[in-house]
């Protein structure tokens, strides 16, 4: 994805910026959790251990200081269904508070508490917090809030909790006001995720392996609701027998546990389990576990209902978007299973390569650029089936609408189609197909030849994210610099992989140095102008620190992180860089990269010792 400084951001991407910016200073807690976790480490089962977090079924099993703290009153809003947690908004000395005890499993390694707040206020004041939130687990203050924060909409707040493993605590939130002057705390969609282990399997192969995905879905006459199944069939790389799988529902971060955008029904070969990770993971027991090499297939009945907004999973108008929709097998390997919560200030999608075979049954009307190479028949009576074949790719979007349609074939043969959304220019479509089919071509060159068939480009610049990518398929505004971007990612995350939510600098810093060189930048200098925020400020942070850092994620992960690779160069020589990465690409075609096999490569590519390059660039890993 990459963020557009001449965009606006989402407002709930700006809110989690200004919060950042204004939260209060809280200092860490002296005491220790109350009670440590056995020694022995249990197995982790991820979890969401929060009960009625959207407050959608009554106010059990919360513990609140009037019943008028769990509404659904006029004057405020939730953010997901009707229901939301109000507390305060009085205008007079006044407390409220809302709490509830939670079990967080022993063994897993990643516990991470979630909400929603909004805060608006009639204080006046831009210095002084009259009015303050406070957020506790157990005796631990995690963070306090006051009307010096207040924003316009929902604003989603992140606290990794791990520490309180294997315990029974209690979350909790005391609000309170003083004489005058009133100001309102509004919470919703409460949850805290449980995932990981610290107990590794027996090997650290990825695994399922293999994945074959078969799809056939129809559309409703606006391309907003899909119905159909999906079977994926996959085989177990590890030498530890696999007995369960998990789905990622990414999507249904887009809308509530009570109302999933992305429904998974009549299960087979194996047993469907609760929904976890803010129900964007679902545990699939599978009908006997799998030994080494072998393989097997669930199928489930699959309904995806497309939510208003020019997001990369929404429609605006006759315009719609599905990305990260089709339900795809998370991950696990020595770190168990990677069942990282999504995050929308940049990807949490970590997939291995797969084949897809895709059948959109959908109106004539509607042109449906998608994932790999599509071929279009006549369907019933005014539709068409458009029918898309993808190999070695880590998922699978599409868009659905009246699009404007122009194509082109790259000088090196690669054909680009570009759609266009209404309102923008057949120059801006034509500047666009020209750029792509230079970008491509560039990228290739550097790379190695891009692998997809056909490259879809679907254009509208009212997309807040500024960009998105896919494999063989990418949404974004008229602009060069983000286009060539995001079709830098075909290489760095489509086929080169890597963790996304963990590593996210392995796919964006890589890509914005890749569109540096297509571009002929040549970065000179801009390491002179680095100034880290903490000491904990790293290029290789994961999308956990900066979720809760937002307002820094751009400026180090894009611009320090491209920056680092330029210094790399100028380290190595342009000659021995190029060759570097060619050669990185090449023994990480359809694979995985990690930070530290990249480093590896790196020092193995030259006799000057790196060590200190690393540190300086705060390149850990």
Sequence with gaps: MRPTPHKALATAA????????????????????????????????????????GFESGTSPWTQSSTSVITSRTGQTAHGGTSFAWLDGVGSTHTDTLSQSVTIPAGCSTATLTFWLHIDTTETTTSTAYDKLTAKIGSTTLATYSNLNKNTGYAQKSFDVSAFAGQTVTVAFTGTEDSSLRTSFVLDDIALDTSGTTTPPADSTRTPAAPSYTVSLSSNTSGTTWTGHESATFTNASSTALSEVYLRLWDNYHGTCSATPITVSNVSGGTAGALSVGCTALRIALASPLAQGQSATIGFDLTITVPSGADRFGYDGAFVNIGNALPVLAVKDGAGWHLDPYTNNGESFYSLAADFKVTLDHPTSLLVPATGTSVDTPGSSGRTVTTATASKVRDFAWAAGPFSKISGTSPAGTAINIYSVSGISSSDAQSMLSTAKSAVDAHAARFGAYPYGELDAVIDNNYWFGGMEYPGFVLDLVSTTALTHEIGHQWFYGIVGDDEYNSPWLDEAFTDYATDLAQNKTGTNCWNSVSWASSAEMITNSMAYWDAHSSRYSTVVYGYGKCALHDLRRVLGDTVMAKLLKDYATSHWYGVSTTSEFKAAAQAATTTDLTSFWTQHRIDG
Excluded: E
């Design 14 to 53: 700006l809110a989690v910026a200004a919060l950042a910016a204004a939260l209060l200073p809280v200092a860490p807690a002296a005491a220790a959790p109350p009670t440590a976790p056995s020694a022995a480490a249990d197995a982790c089962t991820p979890a969401q251990v929060v009960a009625n977090g």
